[in-house]
């Protein structure tokens, strides 16, 4: 609980002003009661010592000011529920930016463990679960206590043995709401766990929904979805138990305590100790205090939803983000790109995914990749764009350590175009822009013709402005890469990598795109690195690199490569010979 108090203290002035609005609207409430107690006392039980006009004017005036206490407390009520609704929506808000902002800085190994859509239902639930906490203490729990202090104040000036009475009770439901609230804390932890699990499991299954209906596995998936609902149900049922026996006892022992109060009151009316009207102000007061002591479970369970969901809410805050020089060193546009004796192995492995990697490329060459599938190439372009960081090694960027250097400002000047497509709702224009949001439309088309993108261009009814995807016209996957390709460019790069770039396309799209990539090579405005399995693509390369179990075997250019008969000639010997078939 300890990560909430800097968010409230932001808010403490407005919470202030919160307590003090419920403070008044609770003991204005109160004094309702109490003029009616003195409307009986004074004038109800004495009518016949008083005149008419004494009478109506004494009895109009207590009348007027119920009328006014009310009309205050109201008033402030509305004021009390606009603060605090303030404090929990503004709160709220800056828990789940805050965390959001931090998971985007997290190194991107942390993503790697997770499944999608964890993190985002851990937001979620911190900003609901303390939200709702915070609504409580204020509205409930604390007008109790302001409710609490009033009658006890009243009751010393009444007769001071109604107290100890009134609030003899409320140690004993203290102490036994807090030992079941324990259970309640327990099962809540599973749930939140559990329910997480789910979100993340949702996720991945509606966003695969491709791949789950195209092999008939929806009703595998639904039963699937369905066993982990059941096991929260059965969990939420539990707690409702827990929360019903507290409730219970609760109850009981308030109705015990209110029915042993009306005894004692009329006890103490029958010895003239107090008067009627003061029995009777009695009497509506405690359901100003009971009445919320009945909600005490509900508040324990809300504070232990939002204990757990506030300690998943700071395991995410506590971690590390990504690593960044507390005095970068400003990097002017990359010319130059050396890997010296890099190493790097995962942290759930216990063997190196990459063994003393070196080469080195500068601004006008084209460097290659190739390898089978697992020979790390996918791995080193991690590390060259700084989403890895050596284990070993070091990495120079212009002759500057990337130790050294701030890699968003780095990335800045990197196009990637990753084996897998990844667009985003909205426009042709939209997608572009979002790397380069100040391209103009001649840029933007040119990029595309660039990349191939010539039948979009002609389906697209309304250029740049025609929306893809859902409420939009449909696009294969190879036109997908071709707009992922065509992004990278529009970023005007120093670096561009291309990491199984032409995967998704056909012969002759492979080919224009190659012939594209070779162009901007002959440039000589980019260091180009390319990654590939068809080694077509990268015949042009000026230096290829064969991979194999995270070690360069070979390099040298195509012809050289296939002279040395070794990796490099198998597999293109292979690749030649399926063509062939």
Not at 262 to 291: E, K, N, R
Not at 313 to 330: G, L, R
Not at 363 to 388: D, I
């Amino acid at each position: 609980m300890k990560i909430l108090y800097p968010y409230l203290k932001a808010y403490y002035p407005l919470i202030i002003l919160s307590l003090v609005l419920a403070t008044i609207n609770q003991s204005f409430s109160m004094m309702d009661p109490y003029i009616l107690g003195k409307v009986i006392d004074n004038y109800a039980l004495k009518f016949s010592t008083f005149t008419i006009n004494e009478f109506v004017k004494g009895v109009g005036l207590l009348l007027l000011a119920s009328m006014a206490v009310a009309m205050i407390s109201r008033i402030a009520k509305n004021f009390q529920d606009y603060c605090v609704n303030t404090i929990v929506q503004r709160l709220g808000a800056k828990m789940y930016t805050d965390g959001i902002r931090h998971s985007l800085e997290l190194p991107y190994e942390e993503f790697e463990d997770q499944r999608s859509g964890e993190t985002l239902g851990i937001l979620q639930k911190v900003r609901t679960d303390v939200e709702k906490l915070l609504s409580s203490i204020i509205n409930v729990l604390f007008t109790m206590l302001v409710g609490i202090v009033f009658v006890i104040i009243y009751c010393i000036n009444v007769n001071w043995i109604v107290a100890p009475v009134y609030f003899s009770m409320i140690p004993i439901i203290a102490i036994i709401s807090s030992v079941l609230s324990k259970k309640i804390k327990k099962i809540q932890k599973i749930i939140v766990s559990e329910t997480t699990i789910l979100a993340g499991s949702t996720t991945e299954s509606l966003r695969n929904i491709e791949l789950v209906k195209s092999l008939g596995l929806s009703q595998q998936e639904i039963a699937r979805l369905n066993n982990n609902t059941i096991k929260i149900l059965g969990l939420e049922l539990k707690k409702v138990r827990y929360i019903r026996s507290i409730s219970f006892i609760q109850g009981t022992i308030i109705n015990l305590l209110r029915t042993s109060i009306l005894g004692l009151m009329m006890y103490l009316v029958f010895s003239q100790q107090i008067q009627p009207g003061q029995f009777v102000t009695l009497f509506i007061y405690s359901f100003f205090i009971f009445g919320p002591l009945q909600e005490l479970g509900n508040i324990i369970n809300i504070y232990r939803e939002a204990e757990v969901s506030l300690n998943n809410f700071s395991k995410i805050m506590n971690k590390k983000s990504e690593p960044q020089p507390k005095h970068p060193i400003q990097i002017d546009r990359i010319n130059s790109l050396v890997f010296e004796k890099v190493s790097f192995k995962h942290k759930s492995s216990p063997t190196y995914a990459l063994t003393n990697i070196s080469f080195k490329v500068n601004l006008g060459n084209t460097l290659a990749f190739v390898g089978p599938s697992g020979s790390g190439k996918t791995t080193l372009v991690k590390l060259l764009v700084g989403l890895y960081r050596p284990f070993e090694g070091t990495i120079y960027y212009n002759q500057i350590e990337g130790s050294k250097i701030n890699f968003d400002d780095l990335r800045s000047q990197i196009g990637f175009v990753t084996q897998d497509s990844q667009l985003f709702s909205g426009t042709i224009g939209e997608n572009l822009l979002f790397v380069n949001p100040l391209a103009t439309e001649k840029e933007c088309i040119d990029v595309l013709e660039k990349s191939a993108c010539h039948s979009l261009l002609n389906r697209a009814d309304k250029g740049l402005d025609t929306i893809i995807g859902e409420g939009g016209i449909k696009i294969s996957g190879g036109e997908k890469q071709r707009l992922s390709i065509a992004r990278a460019l529009l970023r005007k790069p120093a670096l561009l990598v291309f990491d199984e770039a032409t995967s998704s396309l056909d012969s002759l799209t492979e080919v224009e795109i190659t012939s594209t990539i070779r162009t901007i090579s002959d440039n000589h405005q980019h260091i180009t690195i390319l990654i590939a399995h068809r080694l077509s693509t990268i015949m042009h390369a000026d230096t290829i690199f064969v991979l194999e179990q995270g070690k360069i075997t070979e390099s040298g250019n195509h012809d050289e490569l296939l002279a040395s008969k070794g990796l490099y000639f198998a597999m293109w010997r292979q690749q030649i010979g399926e063509r062939k078939k």
